[in-house]
């Protein structure tokens, strides 16, 4: 079953037009002259991947946990952090998979993890800041007993990497974990997509910028 099943609509939720004062895709969120749209598939994965997005995060354009959420057929968003729909309580696992949340603090290494497991894995991926994601993680109920997994120390791609060989951004987090879980084509599949959304996204910030592109090292930060 990979029905795509979004809890809230990101759109909703989408950048701050009046800050920028352009118009964005409602679908990719990028400019609409960079619209990727058709250039871009959703792809089907074993593995369901559960993007808890604090909903301050959520405004940011640069947020890429809604990439990973709009190329996964197998995916959801869930928001944290507003006073007028908490999800403290309402969060839920959903049954017949493995509950994993993907942070850095994890004990052991997530597919060490899956493979002594016959359920596909429930990826819970906390996006936000440090602190937010740590919040994420203690508040939510039905996470308090979820074991925690991290990623195995890995280079990111040139053009997304955030600050340094042990940072990677949500959305190739999210990615390169479906890869050892999954494989290695659908690992290149989703991250040739996502690579097309870093290069416009730095376009854009070098557009803004008055810099060269080619020149960014790395997708703006949000935290
Ligand atoms: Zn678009």
Known sequence: MTARASHVNPCRYGPRAAASQVTRCKRCWLLEADCLCDKIHSVKTRTRVRIILHSLEARRSTNTGRIAHLLLEN????????????????????????????????????HTVAEKSELPIELIVPDGNWNQAARIGRRINALKDVEHVRLPAMQPIHVLRRGGPERLGTCEAIFRTIGLLEGQDIETELLEQLELFARSMLGERGRRTGREPSKRRSLPTTD
């Open 75 to 110: 995916s959801s968003v869930d928001f944290h952090g507003r006073q007028d729909a908490p999800i403290t309580n309402s969060f839920a696992l959903t049954p017949g998979y493995l509950p994993l949340l993907l942070y850095p603090d994890g004990a052991h290494e997530v």
